[in-house]
């Protein structure tokens, strides 16, 4: 299955996407999580993203599409779910020519929808582990030890971007430019479903199997 996750910052996009690998056979590709790696490695497209991540607009198309595009080619699977691209209209249409080119297309667009209180509340408490990237929340999804990785002991800490105003820069960003692309999905031929996502992460992951099961059993997928 070829699936797109959309949705705002701090939508749970990551969170569900931990979730469907646990359920189908897919690699998960974040173009967030591998910007991060490439500024962790001091690359040069890290350099480059920095200034445009920390500031909470976006890193350029051109930049972003050379990336992705590569990494899905670099899988060694065809089921993949895309979680932060595209996120411009014009990422969009060059993932549908990359995937043409190789004769493939999506599957299915997952829109998850989220008040913007409730995003605030996501990002203000999200904690992340600088060195395997697992995600916490002060409040919805605490760690065993307070402040410390489950995984591998490190102390947690709070994405740069997640101070309150980045979070305000990159919801103004999310409205302008990756608000459309719901919209370019709805006017191609890829399914796209919206998903009601103010609820805990277990029943926004519940509607999204049943969505995905819907689909398999009329068989379009
Ligand atoms: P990126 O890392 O993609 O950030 P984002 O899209 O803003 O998404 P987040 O990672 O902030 O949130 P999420 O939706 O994954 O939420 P999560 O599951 O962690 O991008 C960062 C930057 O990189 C961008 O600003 C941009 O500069 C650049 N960039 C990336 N892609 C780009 C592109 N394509 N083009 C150009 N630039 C690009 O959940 C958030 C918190 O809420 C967590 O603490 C979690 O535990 C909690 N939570 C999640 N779901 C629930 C739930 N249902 N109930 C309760 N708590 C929940």
Redesign the pocket.
């Known amino acids: 299955m070829r699936i797109v996750l959309l949705?705002?910052?701090?939508?749970?996009?990551?969170?569900?996407c931990k979730r469907l690998l646990a359920a189908y056979t897919l690699v998960h590709l974040?173009?967030?999580?591998i910007?991060?790696q490439e500024r962790s490695e001091g690359s040069d497209l890290g350099k480059k993203?920095q200034g445009?991540?920390d500031s909470?607009?976006?890193?350029p198309?051109e930049l972003?599409v050379e990336m992705?595009v590569k990494a899905i080619e670099d899988l060694a699977t065809d089921g993949f779910v895309l979680?932060?691209?595209?996120?411009?209209v014009n990422?969009g249409a060059e993932l549908d020519a990359a995937l043409a080119a190789s004769g493939k297309a999506l599957d299915v667009v997952l829109n998850?929808e989220v008040r913007d209180d409730v995003i605030y509340d996501?990002?203000s408490?999200?904690?992340s582990c600088p060195k395997c990237g697992a995600?916490?929340?002060l409040i919805?999804?605490k760690p065993q030890v307070e402040g410390i990785c489950d995984h591998d002991g490190e102390g947690l800490i709070q994405?740069r971007?997640?101070q309150l105003e980045v979070v305000e820069k990159?919801m103004e960003?999310y409205h302008q430019q990756t608000k459309p692309v719901v919209e370019y999905y709805q006017n191609s031929a890829v399914r796209v479903f919206d998903v009601q996502?103010n609820?805990?992460?277990e029943?926004?992951h519940a509607e999204i199997r049943e969505i995905l099961a819907r689909m398999s059993d009329s068989q379009t997928v």
């Open positions: 949705g705002a910052p701090g939508a749970g996009k990551g969170t569900q974040s173009s967030g999580d910007l991060r993203a445009y991540m909470g607009g976006l890193v198309d972003i992705m979680d932060g691209f595209p996120r411009t990422q998850l996501r990002m408490g999200r904690r995600v916490y929340h919805s999804l994405r971007d997640d990159r960003t996502a609820g805990d992460a029943t926004v």
